[in-house]
């Protein structure tokens, strides 16, 4: 009867409560009223314990573990998974809600994969070295756009422009190779240099009601 009441006693689980006063790497020794325990932290328990918590304690035989962290001085709280960590809901959404900001940090690749992403804020900033962008149709409706850059190359099949007006100005050389070119205005196409030079190899043709030249 008293090596089944030790074998029982030693497979007893028992629960304490008391303060983290030391933290020695991934041990965490816990002041309670059975002594110091030098304990672990259990895998459901994803906040991170720290000095000064008021945690609670579940051990058996020489193994001891910290079950939750019940209490803490300051505000800030850490989620700590050893692995991969996967939030996951079988039916409904997740929600992440913040009063001063949400900051999303990772040295590898941050991937997003879903069949819609609608974006809301007053102000973006992108900060990027190399953008590529792959997609079938982009429709963009913006009051204003500014663009900076020291080089812009577009290849297109076909561009259509439609604007009330248009400003462009060119500080050193604007140069334009065509097939066939094309220009009709309504009103008046006025051409102004101080030196121009129009040379065709065939055909030159001026046609008008008046023609000044000089």
């Given at each position: 009867?008293?090596?089944?009441?030790?074998?029982?006693?030693?497979?007893?689980?028992?629960?304490?409560?008391?303060?983290?006063?030391?933290?020695?790497?991934?041990?965490?020794?816990?002041?309670?009223?059975?002594?110091?325990?030098?304990?672990?932290?259990?895998?459901?328990?994803?906040?991170?314990?720290?000095?000064?918590?008021?945690?609670?304690?579940?051990?058996?035989?020489?193994?001891?573990?910290?079950?939750?962290?019940?209490?803490?001085?300051?505000?800030?709280?850490?989620?700590?998974?050893?692995?991969?960590?996967?939030?996951?809901?079988?039916?409904g959404?997740?929600?992440?809600?913040?009063?001063?900001?949400?900051?999303?940090?990772?040295?590898?690749?941050?991937?997003?994969?879903?069949?819609?992403?609608?974006?809301?804020?007053?102000?973006?900033?992108?900060?990027?070295?190399?953008?590529?962008?792959?997609?079938?149709?982009?429709?963009?409706?913006?009051?204003?756009?500014?663009?900076?850059?020291?080089?812009?190359?577009?290849?297109?099949?076909?561009?259509?422009e439609?604007?009330?007006?248009?400003?462009?100005?060119?500080?050193?050389?604007?140069?334009?190779?065509?097939?066939?070119?094309?220009?009709?205005?309504?009103?008046?196409?006025?051409?102004?240099?101080?030196n121009?030079?129009?040379t065709?190899?065939?055909?030159?043709?001026?046609?008008?009601?008046?023609?000044?030249?000089?």
């Amino acid at each position: 009867m008293k090596n089944l009441a030790t074998k029982l006693e030693a497979e007893t689980v028992f629960q304490s409560m008391g303060p983290v006063i030391r933290v020695e790497g991934d041990v965490f020794v816990v002041q309670t009223d059975r002594g110091e325990l030098r304990s672990r932290r259990a895998v459901s328990c994803l906040v991170a314990p720290e000095l000064h918590d008021f945690v609670l304690v579940a051990c058996q035989n020489k193994e001891a573990y910290v079950l939750a962290v019940l209490e803490r001085e300051s505000p800030h709280t850490t989620l700590v998974s050893e692995g991969d960590m996967n939030l996951q809901t079988r039916a409904g959404k997740v929600r992440l809600t913040a009063a001063e900001g949400v900051d999303v940090v990772t040295p590898k690749a941050l991937n997003l994969v879903s069949q819609e992403l609608a974006m809301h804020a007053h102000t973006a900033k992108l900060m990027l070295e190399d953008v590529v962008a792959l997609g079938t149709r982009v429709v963009a409706e913006l009051a204003e756009t500014r663009l900076r850059g020291n080089v812009l190359d577009k290849v297109f099949e076909r561009v259509s422009e439609r604007v009330k007006r248009s400003f462009r100005r060119v500080e050193e050389i604007d140069q334009l190779k065509a097939k066939q070119l094309d220009y009709l205005t309504e009103e008046t196409m006025s051409l102004r240099s101080e030196n121009m030079v129009a040379t065709a190899k065939d055909l030159v043709k001026v046609d008008g009601e008046q023609i000044h030249f000089g």
